[in-house]
């Protein structure tokens, strides 16, 4: 079994969309860990609406390529357009973040995925989540990579969220 983590994002209905996210993850693997939920403001989009973002962590012993497939049709299943622009307004958008310590491209997918290390709407989810785990290249705790991020036009804060009769996020 290895530990996946995968990040989650929405922009229309969101709450429903994480909420119907998580249901099936959970359905499909079991217990999640799962970090807060931050709202974001969108990166390279036009359409300016407001992201749900966070981050969530299971095991699994499928392969990469049936991973990736999985959250495809969850997306799929939830309105996600393929034939809609890259950036653009999205109902559901799962990214396999890590597999275990897979290094490198697997049936498709590149690992760990680069956003890690590049969007303060995955590190930060990501370092608050597993803040000591240590990212699969560079060897260094996700706490340690956080602290050092420069967040400076990624602007993100946590929001109240419940799921399954339970409160995962507050604001701060």
């Not at 999640?32 to 095991?59: H, K, M, Q, T």
Request: hydrophobic share 40%; with cysteine; glycine share 6%.
């Amino acid at each position: 079994m290895a530990r996946v983590t995968a990040s989650i994002g929405s922009n229309i209905d969101r709450a429903h969309h994480v909420r119907t996210c998580l249901d099936a993850l959970e359905t499909t693997f079991g217990v999640l860990a799962i970090s807060r939920v931050f709202e974001s403001e969108p990166v390279g989009f036009e359409d300016g609406r407001n992201f749900y973002n966070l981050v969530v962590a299971f095991e699994s012993d499928w392969p990469v390529g049936d991973l990736q497939a999985w959250c495809k049709r969850l997306e799929d299943a939830n309105g996600r357009r393929k034939d809609s622009p890259k950036f653009s307004p999205r109902t559901l958008d799962i990214d396999l973040l890590t597999v275990g310590d897979l290094t490198g491209r697997h049936e498709g997918v590149e690992l760990p995925r680069n956003e890690i290390l590049h969007h303060a709407f995955v590190l930060l989810p990501m370092a608050e989540l597993l803040p000591d785990a240590r990212h699969p290249v560079l060897g260094e705790r996700y706490a340690s990579l956080w602290s050092r991020f420069d967040a400076e036009g990624q602007r993100l804060w946590p929001v109240d969220f419940t799921w399954a009769g339970r409160s995962i996020s507050r604001a701060d």
